[in-house]
């Protein structure tokens, strides 16, 4: 069964860097994507991060780019995501998704696997 495990969301004030962290468990592909979307409220869920263990580059949504960078280790299933200068609209639930196809996609229907979200909070 596959299992994500989001962490690292909390109350940050603009200007701050945080960390995200997903774990992921249950997933035999060797070649598998992991991703972030953040969901804000009343909007629909954005495309922020994502790589594949195919061949461990990040790409990143076009709203975050040079800010939050994404790193990875394939041996222990896990990815993290760092967020500098934190904006306040930038407060959402910060969702972990997976797909046992390697290519990276923005698109959410294209991952089958979800965590339950961390949410993050940036006040001005």
């Known amino acids: 069964q596959v299992h994500l495990e989001e962490s690292g969301g909390g109350l940050a004030q603009a200007g701050d860097s945080l960390q995200l962290t997903c774990a992921a468990s249950?997933?035999?592909?060797?070649?598998?994507?992991l991703a972030w979307f953040r969901q804000a409220p009343g909007k629909g869920r954005e495309f922020g991060s994502g790589?594949?263990?195919?061949?461990?580059?990040?790409f990143y949504g076009g709203s975050v780019k040079g800010r939050f960078r994404l790193t990875g280790y394939k041996s222990r299933n896990t990815i993290y995501l760092e967020k500098n200068n934190v904006r306040p609209e930038e407060t959402a639930t910060y969702y972990c998704?997976?797909?046992?196809?390697?290519?990276?996609?923005?698109?959410?229907?294209?991952?089958?696997?979800w965590g339950q979200g961390t949410q993050v909070t940036v006040s001005s």
């Open positions: 998704a997976a797909d046992l196809k390697s290519l990276v996609v923005g698109a959410s229907h294209a991952y089958a696997y």
């Open positions: 790589l594949s263990w195919k061949d461990g580059q990040p």
């Open positions: 249950g997933i035999t592909s060797d070649d598998y994507k």
